[in-house]
């Protein structure tokens, strides 16, 4: 089945081969993959979607990847959990969590979008991958190179939480500490890009990249039995993930496996201390003011988001909206998740849950209708940000009457 | 006032294959005035037709975004490096 028609520009609609290639030479707008749909209609079912893997692979027909999978045979096809402890907390109905903190290999969705980049990196013959990263590429991108045999660079700012310099340096890389924000890197790395014949997964690969994307999407809708939430709230840093998601469930529709209307609105959350994409929302505006960032949820700060204009034009498509979420909002939202459903996710999942919370008070989301929460990352890569803010632990001497005496403090505290 | 300006491979089919080129300006505005008079047709794929930079091209003086500075009116001297690059890239 012939299912890809190489390249297309978002704007101009210039169409490029299949190529590792991102901007369009005219309009400079980002290129897209562009897939025969009319060839994918009644090819693709929920049957053959079912027959598939247990992972992101049972959609590889809706993927840009023409041959053999490469690498990550087990990523995605992560837990969607009925989270109704938070519901009751929330005063909601009906909450879900998509939990990608627990996505193989390396705990957060961007496994999704390297397995894809990386078999396109062999596909097209590189010997090499790069990334610029806030930390959880970085650690995916490291791994599945190893597991490609690739070499690989990757380029992180050098005030990384030291978890994910850990989760990054374990496989082997080459790792280049930035001296500057993660827009400096990427900027820097749009020029390295420029200069070496490598695979830059968020660069020169980036439409084949980001593609990966979509199939947390399809899993969303797939694990709901094939239904659409009416709401998703998703954390943005480059603001790829949102406009991904929506346009699995736009695919997903367009072959006719969705039942019903869809008419999901779609949110993003972002940090106060870095909320360039909140902000146009808020404002109503196109036009992106990038921001240096200051909040401690290094992985979503990006002040200078590529598809900031994408995320903002998704919200507005869907007639979703967006929320910001201060620094002590973003760790009450990581202790709520882990309080209420079991779930330790990284400052970014605590950036989602907040703003979640504030559009519910504020009546933007409505109560009673179905919620799914995208919690993208593990919180044992980032514990920098709770250190000092959790409560001591009971220590005693190993006797029962020092373990009787010390659940009788307690008893008295909480009476 | 000569500038370094590196041009991203998107550009180089206007600059006769160059990657780097020299210009002068005293502003970022009067610099795309001189690249254009170098190069006819480059200032229309930086520019719009209303004279605002398009939405998918950043321009970095010393490395740093223009936006954070002056824009299009960011004051230009002896021996700095401008950098024309994509706006589309990244990812975290």
Same mark, same amino acid.
């Given at each position: 089945?012939?299912?890809?028609?190489?390249?297309?520009?978002?704007?101009?609609?210039?169409?490029?081969?299949?190529?590792?290639?991102?901007? %369009?030479?005219?309009?400079?707008?980002?290129?897209?993959?562009?897939?025969?749909?009319?060839?994918?209609?009644?090819?693709v079912t929920r049957e053959s979607i079912a027959a598939g893997?247990?992972?992101?692979?049972r959609y590889k027909d809706l993927?840009?990847?023409?041959?053999?999978?490469?690498?990550?045979?087990?990523?995605?096809?992560?837990?969607?959990?009925? &989270? /109704?402890?938070?519901?009751?907390?929330?005063?909601?109905?009906?909450?879900?969590?998509?939990?990608?903190?627990? %996505?193989?290999?390396?705990?957060?969705?961007?496994?999704?979008?390297?397995?894809?980049?990386? *078999?396109?990196?062999?596909?097209?013959?590189?010997?090499?991958?790069? %990334?610029?990263? *806030?930390?959880?590429?970085?650690?995916?991108?490291?791994?599945?190179?190893?597991?490609?045999?690739?070499? !690989?660079?990757?380029?992180?700012?050098?005030?990384?939480? #030291?978890?994910?310099?850990?989760?990054?340096?374990?496989?082997?890389?080459?790792?280049?500490?930035?001296?500057?924000?993660?827009?400096?890197?990427?900027?820097?790395?749009?020029?390295?890009?420029?200069?070496?014949?490598?695979?830059?997964?968020?660069?020169?690969?980036?439409?084949?990249?980001?593609?990966?994307?979509?199939?947390?999407?399809f899993?969303?809708?797939e /694990?709901?039995?094939w239904?659409?939430? &009416?709401?998703?709230?998703?954390?943005?840093?480059?603001? !790829?993930?949102?406009?991904?998601?929506?346009?699995?469930?736009?695919?997903l529709? &367009?072959l006719?496996l969705?039942?019903?209307?869809?008419?999901?609105?779609?949110?993003? &959350? #972002?940090? #106060?201390?870095?909320?360039?994409?909140?902000?146009?929302?808020?404002?109503?505006?196109?036009?992106?003011?990038?921001?240096?960032?200051?909040?401690?949820?290094?992985?979503?700060?990006?002040?200078?988001?590529?598809?900031?204009?994408?995320?903002?034009?998704?919200?507005?498509?869907?007639?979703?909206?967006?929320?910001?979420?201060?620094?002590?909002?973003?760790?009450?939202?990581?202790?709520?998740?882990?309080?209420?459903?079991?779930?330790?996710?990284?400052?970014?999942?605590?950036?989602?849950?907040?703003?979640?919370?504030?559009?519910?008070?504020?009546?933007?989301?409505?109560?009673?209708? !179905?919620?799914?929460?995208?919690?993208?990352?593990?919180?044992?890569?980032?514990?920098?940000?709770?250190?000092?803010?959790?409560?001591?632990?009971?220590?005693?001497?190993?006797?029962?009457?020092?373990?009787? /005496?010390?659940?009788?403090?307690?008893?008295? /505290?909480?009476? | 006032?000569? $500038?370094?300006?590196?041009?991203?491979?998107?550009?180089?089919?206007?600059?006769?294959?160059?990657?780097?080129?020299?210009?002068?300006?005293?502003?970022?505005?009067?610099? $795309?005035?001189?690249?254009?008079?170098?190069?006819?047709?480059?200032?229309?794929?930086?520019?719009?037709?209303?004279?605002?930079?398009?939405?998918?091209?950043? @321009?970095?003086?010393?490395?740093?975004?223009?936006?954070?500075?002056?824009?299009?009116?960011?004051?230009?001297?002896?021996?700095?490096?401008?950098? @024309?690059?994509?706006? @589309?890239?990244?990812?975290?």
């Amino acid at each position: 089945m012939e299912k890809l028609n190489g390249l297309r520009c978002r704007e101009c609609g210039r169409r490029y081969p299949g190529a590792p290639v991102h901007v %369009c030479e005219f309009c400079f707008g980002p290129l897209e993959v562009d897939y025969r749909y009319d060839a994918l209609k009644g090819v693709v079912t929920r049957e053959s979607i079912a027959a598939g893997p247990p992972s992101m692979w049972r959609y590889k027909d809706l993927l840009p990847v023409d041959g053999d999978v490469a690498v990550g045979h087990h990523v995605g096809f992560t837990p969607l959990i009925r &989270a /109704q402890n938070l519901a009751d907390e929330l005063g909601c109905r009906e909450v879900w969590i998509k939990n990608d903190s627990v %996505c193989h290999p390396s705990w957060s969705f961007k496994d999704r979008v390297v397995a894809v980049a990386v *078999t396109k990196a062999r596909e097209f013959g590189f010997d090499t991958v790069a %990334c610029a990263s *806030t930390g959880n590429l970085a650690n995916s991108v490291a791994a599945h190179a190893a597991e490609g045999r690739l070499k !690989s660079f990757i380029f992180i700012p050098a005030d990384l939480e #030291q978890g994910k310099i850990l989760a990054t340096l374990v496989y082997n890389p080459t790792l280049v500490a930035v001296h500057g924000t993660y827009d400096e890197v990427n900027r820097l790395c749009s020029e390295i890009a420029d200069k070496y014949r490598w695979a830059f997964v968020n660069v020169n690969l980036r439409p084949y990249y980001s593609e990966g994307s979509k199939t947390y999407g399809f899993e969303i809708v797939e /694990q709901l039995g094939w239904r659409t939430p &009416a709401h998703i709230i998703v954390p943005c840093a480059g603001g !790829s993930l949102i406009t991904k998601i929506w346009k699995a469930i736009k695919e997903l529709k &367009a072959l006719g496996l969705i039942d019903g209307p869809t008419a999901t609105k779609m949110y993003a &959350a #972002q940090a #106060q201390g870095c909320g360039p994409i909140v902000t146009m929302i808020k404002n109503d505006t196109d036009v992106l003011v990038p921001v240096r960032p200051s909040t401690i949820a290094k992985s979503l700060a990006i002040g200078n988001p590529a598809d900031g204009y994408y995320a903002y034009k998704t919200t507005k498509e869907t007639g979703g909206y967006g929320e910001h979420a201060t620094d002590e909002e973003i760790i009450d939202g990581m202790l709520l998740l882990a309080r209420t459903e079991g779930i330790f996710t990284e400052t970014a999942g605590g950036v989602t849950v907040a703003a979640t919370r504030k559009l519910i008070e504020t009546g933007v989301i409505p109560r009673h209708e !179905s919620i799914v929460i995208c919690i993208t990352g593990n919180g044992l890569k980032t514990p920098d940000a709770l250190y000092g803010r959790l409560d001591a632990h009971v220590k005693i001497k190993p006797s029962l009457s020092a373990f009787d /005496q010390a659940l009788a403090d307690l008893k008295s /505290q909480t009476a | 006032m000569p $500038v370094l300006v590196r041009i991203p491979t998107p550009l180089r089919s206007i600059t006769k294959g160059q990657s780097e080129v020299q210009a002068t300006g005293d502003t970022v505005a009067g610099l $795309v005035d001189d690249l254009d008079r170098q190069f006819p047709g480059l200032r229309e794929r930086l520019v719009d037709e209303s004279g605002e930079l398009r939405r998918f091209i950043n @321009i970095y003086v010393n490395e740093e975004d223009i936006r954070f500075l002056q824009s299009k009116k960011t004051a230009l001297k002896d021996g700095d490096q401008v950098s @024309i690059v994509p706006a @589309i890239a990244g990812g975290r």
